[in-house]
């Protein structure tokens, strides 16, 4: 069993070239992978993430404001 270098995914099969959790480029029978090579999808998922991040506070936040309305009113 093969793991993915960049997040740790386990990696099923022996052609698997990309890694099916985060994208990252998988390098058979190396151990060494271009750095390179996986800081785009890492800045990528990174900017995603604190995307939805955002959107889940605002979410919150609206809410909030929804129920302290709801009660008040
Ligand atoms: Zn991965």
Do not use: E, W
Request: with cysteine.
């Amino acid at each position: 069993m093969n793991y993915c270098g960049a997040c740790g995914a386990p990696i099923s099969g022996d052609g698997t070239r990309f890694c099916g959790s985060c994208g990252a480029a998988l390098q058979q029978g190396s151990a060494t992978v271009p750095a390179s090579a996986l800081l785009p999808p890492l800045k990528a998922a990174k900017k995603t993430h604190t995307g939805a991040l955002a959107v889940a506070f605002v979410s919150v936040a609206l809410l909030a404001g929804a129920l302290t309305v709801m009660l008040l009113g």
